[in-house]
C-alpha cells in the first residue's frame, strides 16, 4: 500500500508555462531560460480552462520572401528564426495549401497538415471521411477537433483503432474531466495501468509541414524551420491534454486526503505516477515531454513517505526520486553545453543533418548529436 505523507510531503508546484515553451522553443532558442528550469526541477500545468482543446489560430505574420524569387542574399538560420520567433512562422494562403494537396494526391497525413496550417476544419473532415481507419486521423479529430463530440468520436475511434496504446484513455479521461464525467474520466485512466507506448506520429507532420512550404516557394532552411516550429508547436498542445489530466489527478488526491478518504486517494497516485513515466518512455521522446513526465511523476513521489515501497525491484519512492534526479542532471548538462553552441548558430548544412536526426532519433537524440559534435575536438 503507498504511504501518503499528507503533512510531511506536501505536492510542490509546477512553474513552467508550457505555452510560453512554443515560443522559445528547446530546439530553437530556448535553451538559457530551460537551464533555469530545469535547476529548479518544476513545471507549470495548463490553467483549468485548459487552453489545449481551444483551436490553436496561426498568427499573423509578413510572409518571408523566398530566395527563389528575389535577388537577395538566402537568409542564414540564425535570422530566420529571429524572425520566426518575433512574428511567428508565416501563414499560408489557401492556394498555397491547395497546391500543396494537389502535390499529395490529398493523402491523409498531407490532410492533416494542411489542418494544421489552416485551422479549416474541413480538411480534418475531409480526412475522417476519406481515411476512417488511419490512427494518425483519428488521433487528430481526438486532439484538435473543433466540437467536443467529434473530439469524443475521434477518442472512441483513436481506442478501437489503437488498443494498446495508452494515449487514447487519457484523452477519454481529459474530456470526461472537462465534463465533471469523474466516473469515466476513472474507467480510462484505470485500463492505463498496464504497460504501453505513446504513439507519436511527429515525424509525418514534420516531414508534410516542410514539403507545405517547400511546395509554397520558401527555401529549405525556411521550410526546415517552419517544420521545427510545428513540432514543437504540436507538442505543447499534445502534452498539455496530459497536464491537464495530471491537475485534475493532484486536485482530487487532495480533495480526498482533506476529507481523510486515504483509500480512495491512493489510485489516483498510481495513475499519475503511470502517467509520468508514459511520458518519459514515449519512442523518441522530445526535450518537453522528458520535462513533463519526470515533472509530474516526481511531483507525486514527493507527497509519499520516502521508505514506501515501489514497483517489483525492491525499489523504494526514495530510489526512484534518486533516479528521477539522475536523469534530470543529465538534461541538464545537456542544456548547459547547448548554451555553448546555441541551435540558432547552425550552419544551413548543419541544420539538415539535425532535422534528419530529429525524424529518425527524436530531439533529445538530435540534441545529443549537435552537441557531441560541437564539443568534439576538432581535428
Known sequence: MLRIAVAVYPCPPITLNMYKWAKISAV??????????????????????????????????????SSSATTESPKSPQEIIAQFVKSGAPKLSVEQIELFLKGKNRGADSLLAAYRLSQDPAYLREAIKNFEDNPAVQLEAALRAPTVEERRQGIEAFKKLSPDNPLGNYLQADLAFTQGDYANAA????????????????????????????????TPIESKIAALFAFNEDRVRYLGSLQNVSENL??????????????????????????????????????????VGQAIERRTLESLDPATPLGSNNGTVQSRLDELATKGQEINVLLNSLQAYPIESMSPEELNQYTQHVQQDGEIGALKWWSAKKSAPQK
Open 28 to 65: 530553437l532558442i530556448g535553451l538559457s531560460g530551460l537551464a533555469y528550469w530545469v535547476n529548479r526541477s518544476r513545471l507549470q500545468p495548463t490553467t483549468a480552462s485548459a487552453p489545449a482543446h481551444e483551436a490553436l489560430v496561426p498568427r499573423s505574420a509578413q510572409p518571408i520572401t
Open 187 to 218: 474507467e480510462g485512466l484505470s485500463a492505463n495501468l498496464s504497460n504501453g507506448t505513446l504513439p507519436d506520429f511527429s515525424a509525418s507532420l514534420f516531414q508534410n509541414t516542410e514539403s507545405a512550404y517547400s511546395s509554397s516557394g520558401y
Open 250 to 291: 493532484t486536485n482530487l488526491r487532495n480533495q480526498f486526503i482533506q476529507q481523510g478518504d486515504i483509500d480512495a486517494a491512493e489510485p489516483t497516485v498510481q495513475m499519475e505516477i503511470t502517467l509520468g513515466q508514459h511520458i518519459q518512455n514515449q519512442v523518441n521522446p522530445a526535450l518537453l515531454n522528458a520535462l
